[in-house]
């Protein structure tokens, strides 16, 4: 196994049940796969989830300082704790900050039986 960091997860891997998130919340996830290992964030929509590389397009480093700490106060966007920056969460794209026309990279995930898998 290698610990370079890989910016994708194969499909069909569980990371667990929906209920680990709550609702309008973000959860981090690390995935130590045989190329090295994957960071992403989840974001929880009600029964539906979105997923995100965890690296800010601006200078590459991890969204959140504290852990899981990926969302406005509010919850109404993804936060980089780093420079402020702020991104959708329906479609990870730069609202403000030094990341103009940048995009945070989508992880696919979906919610099947009640669990969160990667897609």
Known sequence: MSDARVFA???GVTLGPLTDIAD???RNYVLQLR????????VRRGDAVVGYVDRCPHMGLPLAQTLDAYLTPDGSAITCSWHAALFAIDDGKCLGGPCP????????VDVRDGAIVTA
Do not use: C, D, E, I
């Open 35 to 42: 190329a090295g290992r994957f960071h992403g964030l989840v």
């Open 9 to 11: 997860t194969p499909a």
């Open 24 to 26: 309008g919340r973000a």
């Open 101 to 108: 026309g940048q995009s945070l990279t989508p992880w696919p």
